[in-house]
């Protein structure tokens, strides 16, 4: 018997379309508008934008969704949340109303679009990632929903067109008992009859259920008009799992274009540590010195990455490369010049002689700088300070070495004794903020830990400039940067010392 080969077309029958020509074929394009200031990202981007435009805006987005999830691992509530996350969506990722008649509505919708589909791309390659992005996409819009114009939100609910079957009057009067009693707030009769009720399965409606604020019926969950906001929020939510998950499958395609795919893989690793370049723009104290004699008296405003290199560097008057390439590139971003940065070192390194300094370790550090070394590295003033993001993915100190994130790769004995040694913690009264570095550590939360630190340790300052408003909640942002931190330490002590003196 001759086996069939059904997966052949027959001649007859085949297809008459030509593979090259679908492949090459000019896209039909969906034009898009944008009526509403609130989005469910139903509707992928079509129009053309630059790779500069495509990894800066989905940076802006990353860096408020980086601070929803630093609210989140410190416990703040959800008015203290949006007071601090506010600011730096007015920064970051504007969105005016229609009734503002902004000359700039069109381009802040579709920047707020586009990155939000930049990053379905660069989060949806596990689940962790797809949850978290889930998760945290979800908090942003619930902030804008509440924070959004009653009228305008209201239009916005009714464009989406949601398959919610309304309560007819014989039914509400039929459960009328029931809803007073299992809805919050349900007690008024007259409340209840002019209310609209809407009825669907109760899975949609899973957070309200747990809330225990609505009825549960036959597999039916039924919702007041006050409760609209967590069914949109249910339903975006549901939308947006479905998405990343089509997403996820599409993903492999990518993989062809050499230009995106180091762009997303960059992206997805930034959620978990975000990265920043130093805010080098940040005026330090006119007062302030920074030399090579200063930096001892200066240590005290390093981070514990930092100040662990210094002291090691006093210690045993030696680092080796990977320390020093760290450490350089942090005094470098402080503002020390490159003299004074190689008497540092020269001074620092007391066990060798000048000959063997200039030989083994001179040429390094004015490569840091771009003195000397290619074209490229002068044109581009050498390298630039680590961020948190880079010292935190780079890999663990062996034997003798001492650079990378103490957070890491201290033991949690061995940086609780290295914290309360430097002051930076007092193990005796502390009990609280150790209880937290350690619950940050072991969920591998350090920049975090980090940042936890920083507030416990200048408490003081940043009650009294929080009060006087000399900064604002975006100037005291989550810090993702040791440069960051060295600025923030010695401006706000700058800050209260000049109050105090007036």
């Excluded at 549901?238 to 998950?245: D, H, I, Q, V």
């Amino acid at each position: 018997m001759i086996r069939q080969d059904f997966s052949r077309i027959d001649p007859k029958r085949r297809a008459t379309f030509d593979h090259k020509r679908r492949q090459f074929a000019t896209p039909s394009y969906k034009p898009l508008d944008y009526p509403h200031r609130l989005n469910f990202y139903e509707t992928p981007p079509t129009a053309e934008i630059t790779l500069e435009q495509f990894e800066q805006w989905a940076i802006d987005r990353l860096r408020v969704l980086s601070e929803l999830e630093a609210c989140s691992f410190r416990n703040k509530t959800p008015l203290e949340t949006t007071q601090h996350i506010k600011p730096l969506l007015e920064k970051y990722l504007p969105l005016s109303s229609n009734s503002s008649n902004s000359s700039l509505l069109h381009t802040e919708r579709q920047k707020d679009h586009y990155s939000h589909f930049i990053l379905r791309l660069a989060f949806s390659g596990t689940e962790d990632l797809r949850k978290r992005f889930v998760r945290f996409e979800t908090a942003l819009f619930r902030m804008r929903f509440s924070l959004d114009d009653g009228r305008e939100r209201s239009t916005f609910v009714e464009s989406l067109k949601f398959d919610w079957d309304v309560v007819d009057e014989q039914e509400k009067k039929l459960l009328a008992a029931e809803l007073m009693a299992c809805t919050p707030g349900g007690g008024n009769k007259q409340r209840l009859e002019d209310e609209n009720w809407f009825k669907l399965d109760w899975e949609r409606v899973s957070e309200l259920v747990e809330g225990r604020r609505v009825l549960v019926k036959m597999g039916k969950a039924y919702v007041p008009t006050r409760e609209q906001g967590s069914m949109v929020l249910s339903e975006f939510t549901g939308r947006l799992e479905r998405a990343l998950e089509l997403t996820s499958r599409a993903l492999p395609r990518l993989d062809e274009d050499d230009r995106l795919t180091p762009i997303l893989n960059h992206l997805s690793q930034n959620f978990s540590t975000p990265s920043s370049i130093a805010d080098l723009s940040t005026p330090l104290p006119g007062g302030l010195t920074i030399n090579s004699s200063t930096i001892d008296s200066l240590s005290v405003h390093f981070p514990a990455c930092m100040r662990n290199l210094h002291l090691t560097l006093r210690r045993t008057h030696h680092l080796k490369h990977y320390s020093r390439l760290q450490y350089s590139l942090f005094l470098k971003g402080i503002g020390l010049s490159l003299e004074e940065c190689l008497i540092f070192w020269r001074s620092g390194f007391k066990n060798i002689t000048d000959d063997n300094f200039n030989k083994e370790y001179r040429y390094n550090i004015r490569h840091v700088y771009g003195d000397v070394g290619g074209d490229a590295n002068r044109r581009g003033r050498g390298y630039s300070p680590f961020s948190c993001q880079k010292i935190l993915t780079e890999r663990l100190p062996g034997p003798g070495e001492t650079h990378g994130c103490p957070y890491r790769s201290f033991s949690v004995e061995n940086l609780l004794a290295f914290l309360n040694g430097t002051g930076l913690v007092d193990g005796q009264s502390d009990r609280e903020l150790i209880r937290g570095i350690k619950e940050d550590v072991e969920k591998k939360r350090y920049h975090i830990a980090c940042n936890r630190v920083f507030e416990a340790s200048h408490a003081n300052q940043l009650k009294k400039v929080k009060e006087e408003g000399t900064m604002s909640a975006a100037d005291l942002d989550t810090i993702v940067h040791p440069n960051t931190y060295f600025r923030r330490s010695v401006n706000l002590l700058a800050l209260t010392e000049k109050k105090m003196e007036e």
